[in-house]
């Protein structure tokens, strides 16, 4: 089922929760819905799911216009952060509740029921549950539940709000992992919404960056990532080192460093930006790059190794911190003190209007000048 917002909106008083918004999702795609709090993320679930009104613009489920019709007759699933379990139904009762109080023309036999419950439970690998109260499972067990009583009337769109968000890591990872397989499985069309961009990028086909109750940007997680719309994009998307800089005649310029870009880029000033993930580390500069630094310090962190570095003549001599894996360590060994250069995949230019330039192109993994 495709989901169609068309310049919908609503305030809460005077605050502009959601501005006239756009936004299209195809059926079977799994859509995150990503920004810091008050970006209007949760608004736009919950209008779409009909627990909101709208002040104004159309909703359209599959081609119906479903603005004005209520919550139950929308046919789609929701889940909670914090799961909405009935305490004091069991495991099977709780997934079963979605079809017991269906209109009796449309509620499904009791031994049909139970069937259906015992097959979302074996889905939702849970199977051995059925008798137990919610208090008796643990977060990632009750959440599994939760998703199996959203599954249940079978809908053909599943709205998910901040689920993982009461989970520790390693557990919201693993049911990051199960909930993917799952939805590629069901075919569902899925909207969630975020404040971890980890979790968008790792779930979703589509992400909505949210900004101030818009949409910043609306793209697949490798276009988002490659090709922000703007520097606030860039920045909420990846973890980033901004060094002031000015670009003229082909050159970025940051103190003493330098980066040379053939492509045809306006003059002005700006930042120059790394994303740490996008940086090796070399003995020498690169022709085209001058970027020095001096590691501080090194710390063992499990798989990865910990830089303490500061900037040489450049960036105001920056003092930051470089995730480096074990393995690339042991193959570069490197020692306190040390004067390295950047060697990197792409850097970027974030200019004072807030357009942001890729520099570099990459060719058989090495930078070349853009």
Known sequence: MSI??????????????????????ETGEMAALLGPSGSGKTTLLRLIAGLESADGGRI???????????VRARHIGFVFQHYALFKHLTVADN????????????????????????????MVQLAAF???????????QQQRVALARALATAPEVVLFDEPFGALDVQVRQDLR?????????????????????EEALDLADRIVVMRHGAIAQNADPQQLYAAP????????????????????????HSGRAWVKVEQPLADGNGELALRVQDIELADH??????????????????????????????????????????????????????????????????????????????????????
């Open 60 to 70: 359209v489920l599959n081609g119906r216009d479903v603005t004005n019709v209520p």
């Open 229 to 252: 719309a703007d520097a606030q994009v860039f920045a909420f998307m990846s973890e980033t080192q901004r060094f002031p800089a000015h670009l003229a005649a082909h050159i970025v």
């Open 285 to 370: 500069p690169p022709g085209h790059v001058q970027l020095p630094l001096v590691i501080d310090d090194i710390t063992l962190l499990g798989a990865n190794y910990r830089l303490t570095v500061h900037n040489l003549g450049w960036g105001n001599d920056a003092r930051w911190q470089l995730p480096l894996p074990a393995q690339v360590f042991r193959r570069q060994p490197l020692r306190t003190g040390q004067r390295v250069y950047i060697k990197p995949r792409q850097l970027y230019f974030l200019r004072e209007n807030g357009t942001v330039d890729a520099l570099l192109h990459e060719w058989d993994g090495e930078a070349r000048p853009a």
């Open 130 to 140: 059925g008798n137990r109260y919610p208090a008796q499972l643990s977060g990632g």
């Open 95 to 122: 997934v079963a509740f979605g079809l017991t109080v269906l209109p009796r023309g449309q509620r499904p036999a009791k031994n049909v029921i139970r069937q259906k419950v015992a097959q979302l439970l074996e």
């Open 4 to 25: 169609e917002v068309v310049q919908l909106h609503k305030r809460f008083g005077e605050f502009p929760a959601l501005s006239p918004t756009d936004l299209r999702i």
């Open 177 to 197: 992992l199960w909930l993917k397989g799952l939805q590629r499985e069901l075919g569902f069309t899925g909207v969630f919404v975020t404040h971890d961009r």
